[in-house]
C-alpha cells in the first residue's frame, strides 16, 4: 500500500452530518476514521464535522469521548496537534425530533457552510432513515451535491428494504446513496480483487475444474453484549449473512468486470446473488444449521449463555449459522460454498479459504493422498494472505513432505500504521466511488436468497441446536457435507 500516495491526495472542503453522532457507532469508528485521514494529510482542515445528536449535553464532555477514542488508536495521535484541530471542527446539533422546528438547528449550523457539499451519515436504526431524509428535503437540506450514507442493517426483511429504499429515494437519487458494509473496506478483502485480477495464475485456476470448495468464516468470540434488543430480533443470518458473508462471496465468485469502475462491478456481484441456489424445503434440512450458545469458558474464563445474556428465557434466536450454497453457473458449477458465523467462538477471527483439488496422482512412495492446496485470505485479527503448497521436507529420508504456507502478512510487510476500513470507505463516498457500496437491486437480491432461508427454516420448523460457548458451534455444522471448520488449519494460530 503506497501510503505516500494517499498522503498527496487532498479534497475540496466538505461538511459531514452525522445522525446518531453521540452512538457507539459514530465514537469508535467514524470519527477516529476521518481524523486520521486528517492526521495524514489526506484531507485538509477546511470541513466541518456536525454531530446530530437527540438529547441535549456537553461539548467539552463530548469531545472528551471523541479524544478517548483516537488515544485508542495511540498516545501519539490524541497528544498530537492534529487532535486538537480535528475536535475544533466538531460542533454538537441537538435533532430531538424530525418537526421543521427542529431541523432549523441544523440549518442554522450549516448555513455558513452551505458552499460545500454536504454528506449526511444515517448512523441510526434503519426506521429513521425516511424520516430523516423527509426531514432534510422539507427543510431545504438537500442539493444535487448531497450524499448519503446508510448503515445496515437496511430493514429486516425484503419488504421492509423496499420500502426503506422508497422513502429515501424520495429525497435523494440513486447515485447519492452509499450503503455501506465495512466489510469491504478491510485490505485483504480490496486486495481480493487484484489477487483474482492482475495474477493470471490465480485467475486461470478460479473455477469448478480447480476448486474443490470456498470457505467463508466468521467466527466472533464475544457475545450480544449491548445489542441483545437488536440481536434477538435479527439473530446470526440477518446480522452477518444478509451482508458482510454474502458480499465476500460475491467477490470471491464474481466474473471479471470490464473496468474495476462501480457499475461494473456491482453488475457482477448481482451475477453472483441471482446464480445463487435458493433453499427449500428439500435442502434445508441438509444444507444449513443454527445455533444458540449455552454456558461455556473462553480463555479459561466462564460466560454466560445466550439466554441469560438477553435476559429472555424463551428465545429461539440463533447465534451460530452454518450454510452450504452453490453458484449455479458454469464457472462455479458443482462447487459448494460454505458460508459459517457464530458467536462465542473460541478465537475471533474472519477468513475466506479456497481449497483447491487435490493432485490427480501420488507418485511418490508414501501412495497416501497428498494434501489439497488452499489459499487462505484472513481478513481478521491480523491481515494476511497464505498459499499453502506441498514441500520437500530436507534432509536424505527419501521424499518426505508436509504443507507450508506461502505468507504475505500486511502487518510486516507494510510497516506503516494499517488505515481501518471505515476511513478508505469515507474516503471513497467523499471521492464519489461507489465501486464498494451496494446497489439497490444488489440489496433486493440478497434479500431474496434470505428469505428462501427463512421461509424453509419455518416451513420445516429446523430446531435451533444448543452447543457450548467457547466451542466452534453445533455438532451437527461439521458434518454438512462431510467438510469441517478450519479450526486445525494454517490460518488459525
Known amino acids: 500500500m503506497n501510503m505516500s500516495k494517499a498522503k498527496k491526495e487532498s479534497f475540496n472542503p466538505f461538511n459531514f452530518v452525522i445522525f446518531g453522532g453521540d452512538g457507539d457507532l459514530a465514537l469508535r469508528k467514524i470519527y477516529p476514521a476521518l481524523f486520521h485521514r486528517l492526521y495524514d494529510g489526506q484531507i485538509t482542515e477546511?470541513?466541518?464535522?456536525?454531530?446530530?445528536?437527540?438529547r441535549e449535553r456537553s461539548l467539552d464532555d463530548f469531545l472528551k469521548s471523541v479524544l478517548d477514542f483516537i488515544h485508542e488508536s495511540g498516545k501519539e495521535y490524541s497528544s498530537s496537534p492534529h487532535a486538537q484541530v480535528f475536535l475544533s471542527k466538531i460542533e454538537l446539533v441537538q435533532v430531538p425530533d424530525y418537526t421543521p422546528k427542529s431541523y432549523s438547528n441544523l440549518s442554522?449550523?450549516?448555513?455558513?457552510?452551505?458552499?460545500?457539499?454536504?454528506?449526511?451519515?444515517?448512523?441510526?436504526?434503519?426506521?429513521?432513515?425516511?424520516?430523516?431524509?423527509?426531514?432534510?428535503?422539507?427543510?431545504?437540506?438537500?442539493?444535487?451535491?448531497?450524499?448519503?450514507?446508510?448503515?445496515?442493517?437496511?430493514?429486516?426483511?425484503?419488504?421492509?428494504?423496499?420500502?426503506?429504499?422508497?422513502?429515501?429515494?424520495?429525497?435523494?437519487?440513486?447515485?447519492?446513496?452509499?450503503?455501506?458494509?465495512?466489510?469491504?473496506?478491510?485490505?485483504?478483502?480490496?486486495n481480493l480483487m487484484v489477487l483474482r485480477f492482475a495474477n493470471h495464475l490465480f485467475e486461470h485456476a478460479w473455477n469448478s475444474q480447480h476448486i474443490e470448495n470456498v470457505q467463508i468464516t466468521v467466527a466472533e468470540s464475544l457475545g450480544v453484549q449491548s445489542r441483545a434488543g437488536y440481536y434477538d430480533q435479527s439473530g446470526a443470518l440477518l446480522d452477518m449473512v444478509q451482508n458482510h458473508l454474502l458480499q465476500l462471496l460475491c467477490l470471491v465468485a464474481m466474473e471479471p468486470p470490464h473496468?474495476?469502475?462501480?457499475?461494473?462491478?456491482?453488475?457482477?456481484?448481482?451475477?453472483?446473488?441471482?446464480?445463487?441456489?435458493?433453499?427449500?424445503?428439500?435442502?434445508?434440512?441438509?444444507?444449513?444449521?443454527k445455533g444458540q450458545y449455552t454456558r461455556g469458558k473462553i480463555a479459561g474464563a466462564s460466560v454466560s449463555s445466550y439466554l441469560e445474556d438477553i435476559e429472555k428465557f424463551d428465545s429461539k434466536t440463533e447465534t451460530f449459522v452454518a450454510l452450504t450454497t452453490f453458484v449455479d453457473n458454469w464457472r462455479w458449477k458443482g462447487v459448494p460454498f460454505y458460508l459459517r458465523t457464530?458467536?462465542?467462538?473460541?478465537?475471533?477471527?474472519?477468513?475466506?479459504?479456497i481449497n483447491f483439488?487435490?493432485?490427480?496422482?501420488?507418485?511418490?512412495?508414501?501412495?497416501e493422498e497428498?494434501?489439497?492446496?488452499?489459499?487462505?485470505?484472513?481478513?481478521?485479527?491480523?491481515?494476511?494472505?497464505?498459499?499453502?503448497?506441498?514441500?520437500?521436507?530436507?534432509?536424505?529420508?527419501?521424499?518426505?513432505?508436509?504443507?507450508?504456507?506461502?505468507?504475505?502478512?500486511?502487518?510486516?510487510?507494510?510497516k506503516e500504521r494499517f488505515p481501518e476500513a471505515y476511513e478508505r470507505l469515507i474516503m471513497d463516498?467523499?471521492?464519489?466511488?461507489?465501486?464498494?457500496?451496494?446497489?439497490?437491486?444488489?440489496?433486493?437480491?440478497?434479500?431474496?436468497?434470505?428469505?428462501?432461508?427463512?421461509?424453509?427454516?419455518?416451513?420445516?420448523?429446523?430446531?435451533?441446536?444448543?452447543?457450548?460457548?467457547?466451542?466452534?458451534?453445533?455438532?451437527?455444522?461439521?458434518?454438512?457435507?462431510?467438510?469441517?471448520?478450519?479450526?486445525?488449519?494454517?490460518?488459525?494460530?
Open 259 to 289: 473496468l474495476l469502475e462501480a457499475d461494473f462491478v456491482r453488475n457482477e456481484k448481482l451475477k453472483v446473488l441471482y446464480a445463487l441456489r435458493p433453499f427449500t424445503k428439500k435442502n434445508i434440512k441438509t444444507h444449513s444449521v
Open 370 to 414: 497428498i494434501p489439497a492446496n488452499k489459499l487462505i485470505i484472513r481478513l481478521q485479527p491480523e491481515e494476511r494472505i497464505e498459499l499453502v503448497q506441498m514441500t520437500k521436507i530436507p534432509g536424505p529420508g527419501g521424499y518426505r513432505y508436509k504443507p507450508i504456507a506461502l505468507k504475505l502478512d500486511f502487518v510486516d510487510n507494510f
Open 46 to 54: 477546511e470541513f466541518k464535522i456536525f454531530a446530530v445528536c437527540r
Open 357 to 367: 483439488r487435490p493432485v490427480a496422482h501420488n507418485i511418490f512412495p508414501s501412495g
Open 342 to 353: 457464530g458467536k462465542r467462538m473460541p478465537k475471533r477471527y474472519s477468513e475466506i479459504v
Open 429 to 493: 463516498v467523499v471521492r464519489g466511488n461507489q465501486t464498494l457500496f451496494m446497489r439497490q437491486d444488489e440489496l433486493e437480491a440478497s434479500w431474496n436468497w434470505i428469505e428462501s432461508i427463512t421461509k424453509s427454516w419455518k416451513d420445516v420448523q429446523l430446531p435451533v441446536v444448543l452447543y457450548e460457548a467457547g466451542t466452534w458451534g453445533p455438532g451437527q455444522a461439521v458434518m454438512l457435507e462431510d467438510h469441517v471448520w478450519n479450526t486445525k488449519g494454517y490460518a488459525v494460530d
Open 108 to 190: 442554522q449550523a450549516l448555513n455558513p457552510y452551505k458552499k460545500a457539499p454536504t454528506i449526511f451519515y444515517f448512523s441510526t436504526p434503519s426506521s429513521a432513515f425516511g424520516p430523516i431524509s423527509s426531514a432534510l428535503r422539507e427543510n431545504g437540506l438537500i442539493n444535487n451535491q448531497s450524499k448519503v450514507v446508510l448503515e445496515k442493517p437496511l430493514g429486516n426483511s425484503l419488504a421492509t428494504a423496499i420500502d426503506i429504499n422508497r422513502q429515501v429515494a424520495e429525497s435523494f437519487q440513486e447515485n447519492q446513496v452509499y450503503r455501506i458494509d465495512h466489510y469491504l473496506g478491510k485490505e485483504t478483502v480490496q
